[in-house]
């Protein structure tokens, strides 16, 4: 069974300050990875995707793939309260479908 | 911007009726998927079709479930016998190619409750 596994969270950080998101999977075959940020009772929103190892950087978000350790990451530099809400990661190692991660929840306190 | 949209939002039915819900996914897109997430879950993978065919569906999409593409814009899927245990939002989603780097765009969802 390929799985996807995250922090459910609840992660608590204070504005301006960087959040860290964390993710592993199992399947090593994987090929491709994805960020999703989802607000309560709405649909998931592509934050970032990354498909090679190291670092990818968009604006306030950066990505951290390291595929022999099979981890991924998300960073929010300069978190803002708009910010809060369940980060989901999700792997693609067939073009077929998204596997999903539980989700964490995050929390940016004024 | 173009988007996946999806009909209707909320849909109530009882235990044991049928129920279709509709997609239409972003015009030029080819592979076409449907998600669930139970309230309080995961979002989990349903099914996946392409040139009016299923590509890939999990174990959770079993007989009672159907996926049609009636014409050149829907994309629906029909649950024959609601169950309770049906109850959940209900995503559609996109992508223009079949490549594994290509995104997946998802539509607003259908919350479903089976009564």
């Known amino acids: 069974q390929k799985e996807v596994e995250q922090n459910s969270g609840p992660l608590s950080v204070p504005e301006g300050a960087i959040a860290s998101l964390n993710c592993t999977y199992s399947d090593r075959g994987s090929q491709s990875f994805f960020w999703y940020r989802q607000y309560s009772g709405k649909s998931p929103e592509l934050i970032m995707s990354i498909y090679s190892n190291g670092d990818k950087e968009d604006g306030r978000f950066t990505a951290q793939l390291n595929k022999a350790s099979q981890y991924v990451s998300l960073l929010i530099r300069d978190s803002q309260p708009s910010d809060s809400a369940t980060y989901l990661c999700?792997?693609?190692?067939?073009?077929?479908?998204?596997?999903f991660g539980s989700g964490t929840r995050l929390s940016i306190r004024p | 911007e173009p988007e996946v949209t999806q009909t209707p939002s909320h849909q109530v039915t009882q235990m044991g009726q049928e129920v279709i819900l509709r997609c239409v996914p972003i015009?030029?897109?080819?592979?076409f998927y449907w998600y669930r997430q139970i309230l309080g879950q995961k979002v989990e993978f349903l099914v996946s079709?392409?040139?009016?065919?299923?590509?890939?569906k999990s174990e959770i999409f079993d007989d009672q479930f159907s996926v049609e593409r009636p014409d050149g814009s829907n994309f629906t899927l029909k649950i024959r016998s609601t169950k309770l245990e049906d109850s959940a939002m209900y995503f559609c989603a996109s992508k223009k190619t079949g490549s594994v780097t290509d995104t997946q765009y998802f539509g607003p969802g259908t919350r479903l409750t089976v009564l």
């Open positions: 999700a792997v693609i190692s067939s073009a077929s479908k998204i596997i």
């Open positions: 015009s030029n897109h080819l592979y």
């Open positions: 079709f392409y040139n009016n065919e299923i590509s890939e």
